[in-house]
């Protein structure tokens, strides 16, 4: 897949990749559930039907995480999958090109109008397929019907998606955080298709884990705030193997920690994986994470917790 980052690369792709027929979407994918899906398959078959090409616009980060950023008032939701793990999905998916736009103040200015000549205008479009529900531009004031009218202008074909619905309800990234958020991974993997997982680089900590006698990988975090948050069995991957362990997602209160820290344990292990990247796959929440007293309480309730995994997980 190729990434086109940003408007200042449009001019090199257009003359690296002249004359392409793009079937293109447009939206923030976080997630790439089932009804993301539904919308890639119908690019997908378009481009094949007229021996062409898929591109998917995206912006980064989120405009809600922008405006959080920008308010101490607003709370971004927690995000399913990083920016990087949405790279990987549209590219496991087969998506030919990628279009990378950063969401700044510049972009929350701009109009619709704008926003369809200075960006849709300039790839060349065949066709745009976008979601039922799709806003765009400052206040959200773009819609459907404004990207119809444009179409019919210009010769280009716009289409929406009906919604895609599981057991009556929406597929949507709201509720694939509410099903995380209420530790319900059952039918999270169902809406997404797959199921949730989180993936790292091991980082080196407070090595505090060794002097209880549980050693963790502890994986470096982004900035967006995970939909997790607690005790977990989990499946982790790296280098093509597996292995079984618990993770805790919080702040370690116990040891004074103040930032979030993903640390898993695995089990049976004892090698060094730093800088290794580790995929943890969470299959059940075992309990919140709480303060003990002190350390020996804390290594008590962690090897009822390592019991409790390793019965969940056969």
């Known amino acids: 897949m190729y990434l086109i980052r940003g408007l200042h690369n449009l001019d090199f792709f257009k003359k690296s990749h002249p004359n392409l027929i793009l079937h293109g979407t447009i939206g923030n994918f976080d997630g790439l559930h089932k009804g993301h899906q539904a919308i890639l398959s119908k690019i997908k078959n378009k481009a094949e039907k007229t021996n062409g090409y898929s591109i998917v616009f995206f912006t980064e980060p989120h405009a809600s995480e922008y405006f959080a950023a920008n308010n101490i008032e607003n709370e971004a939701p927690p995000r399913i999958c990083p920016w990087r793990k949405k790279f990987e999905l549209l590219r496991d998916f087969d998506i030919d090109f990628a279009f990378f736009l950063k969401f700044n103040n510049s972009l929350r200015k701009m109009t619709p109008e704008i926003f369809i000549s200075d960006v849709l205008d300039s790839v060349g479009l065949a066709s745009l397929t976008v979601g039922d529900d799709f806003r765009f531009g400052a206040n959200r004031a773009g819609d459907f019907d404004l990207l119809t009218k444009w179409g019919l202008k210009k010769g280009i074909e716009v289409m929406n998606t009906e919604t895609f619905n599981y057991e009556d309800q929406r597929v949507s990234s709201t509720r694939i955080r509410k099903a995380l958020l209420n530790d319900d991974f059952q039918l999270a993997e169902i809406l997404l298709g797959r199921p949730y997982t989180f993936s790292g680089k091991v980082v080196h900590g407070q090595h505090l884990g060794r002097t209880i006698g549980v050693p ?38 116990t040891v004074g920690g103040s930032n979030p820290v993903l640390e898993v344990h695995l089990f049976n292990f004892d090698q060094e994986i730093y800088s290794k990247r580790l995929t943890v796959q969470f299959v059940n929440k075992i309990r919140e994470e709480k303060k003990f007293e002190n350390l020996d309480m804390l290594k008590s309730q962690i090897q009822k917790d390592i019991t409790t995994a390793k019965n969940l997980l056969k």
């Open 216 to 253: 963790t990988a502890n994986i470096w975090l982004p900035k967006q705030k995970l939909p997790i948050s607690g005790v977990y069995a989990v499946r982790t991957t790296f280098d093509g193997k597996s292995f079984d362990g618990i993770a805790n997602m919080g702040i370690r209160p």
